[in-house]
């Protein structure tokens, strides 16, 4: 593939409700997105899921718009890339910038699979059609509105509720929770909000049956997850902590986690997070597609990601409606009756990017041509 000119976007989207977790509260969703043309005309389009505020991790749409434009984009027009897996190791030895790097990695595997007429899916080894959707909720301003949003979403249909938790949100809302809600399928995520001297919080949340605990300790860790995992029944999580499949690797290793949360922006990309889904099927960990309130275009790339075999818990992948009230994409991702979201078929992200809704959303773009 030749690719003759990419196009950057700032967008920022309207939620449709804010989404506050231990790190902070966000009422709009800020994001780059690359559109990448080829020497034929054909465009393909990634995600940089950074936000505004580098809280989730060190990258911010300003950090990854100066990467790309003076180092990624610049080395991706010296060459050809004559498949998508070849552009990782065109970038390796830049540092860090996973977002930046991953949101032009998944324009590059939207054009190739146009070209070759495969889906997204197919290409990167999905076996499933449908994959199980749950929903991720953020911290409310009382236990009765959080539990009002959890009313709704299962009677929507969603397969598994995830809820956040920080200090003082923690297990006294999880107890409040199955109170009213029984036996559902319930996970919590801390981002990183705890450190090993507070593990009683997590001895209590042993006794709910939890389907796992997300990301409890500090996002450059994996020895006090260790510790901690030691004294827990429930499986630790990781999402932060896993930036490369080499990190994986260890974190297995050292018993750190017993399930992994993966997203490919987090990772550099669609080919780390394949090689962190095989690396640790072969291990026997069990993984899932985590989310960063992605637009469609990210999504897309999400649902595609998540048909892979060894996604065996539901994913943070919900329908359109959850985040936006207009998507960027045709058609929006819907819930289906059975609680799952449905893999496309058709060529590429299979959905048809909405350009004109782009423009509208977009607060900043640049054009580098080769
Ligand atoms: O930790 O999984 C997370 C959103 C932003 C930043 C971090 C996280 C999340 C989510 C949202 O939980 C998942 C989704 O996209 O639905
Ligand atoms: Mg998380």
Request: with cysteine.
């Amino acid at each position: 593939m030749r690719i003759v000119s990419a196009e950057v976007h700032q967008v920022e989207l309207p939620l449709v409700f804010p989404f506050e977790t231990s790190f902070g509260r966000e009422e709009t969703k800020v994001c780059l997105l690359i559109a990448l043309t080829a020497g034929d005309g054909r465009r393909g389009w990634g995600e940089v899921p950074a936000g505004a505020a580098p809280l989730y991790n060190e990258e911010t749409v300003g950090t990854a718009w100066h990467v790309l434009e003076e180092f990624i984009l610049p080395r991706l027009f010296e060459q050809d890339v004559p498949h998508p897996r070849a552009f990782p190791p065109i970038v390796a030895s830049l540092r860090r910038h996973h977002m930046a790097k991953a949101g032009v990695e998944a324009a590059l595997w939207d054009l190739h699979c146009q070209a070759d007429g495969i889906s997204l899916s197919t290409a990167l080894g999905g076996t499933r059609g449908a994959v199980a959707a749950g929903v991720s909720l953020g911290i409310e301003p009382s236990v009765e509105r959080l539990l009002n949003r959890i009313r709704e979403f299962l009677a929507r249909g969603y397969q598994r509720i995830k809820i956040k938790i920080k200090p003082g949100w923690d297990a006294d809302v999880v107890a409040e929770v199955r109170r009213a809600f029984g036996d559902i399928r319930l996970q919590v995520d801390a981002n990183s909000a705890y450190t090993l001297d507070q593990a009683d919080v997590f001895r209590r949340m042993d006794g709910f049956d939890l389907l796992l605990i997300e990301q409890p300790l500090a996002e450059d860790d994996i020895i006090d997850h260790a510790a901690l995992q030691a004294q827990l029944r429930t499986p630790i999580c990781l999402d932060e902590s896993i930036v490369t499949p080499d990190d994986a690797r260890k974190a297995i290793a050292l018993g750190s986690c017993r399930v992994i949360n993966i997203k490919a922006a987090r990772m550099s990309g669609l080919t780390a997070g394949v090689a962190t889904h095989d690396l640790a099927r072969r291990a026997g960990v069990p993984v899932w597609c985590g989310g960063l309130l992605e637009t469609g275009i990210g999504r897309a790339a999400n649902i595609a990601l998540a048909s892979l075999p060894n996604f065996t818990l539901p994913a943070d992948l919900s329908a359109s409606d959850r985040y936006f009230h207009e998507d960027i994409i045709d058609p929006p991702v819907r819930l289906n009756a059975d609680g799952t979201v449905t893999v496309p078929t058709a060529p590429g992200l299979g959905f048809r990017v909405l350009e004109d809704r782009i423009d509208r959303d977009t607060v900043k773009r640049a054009t580098y041509r080769r």
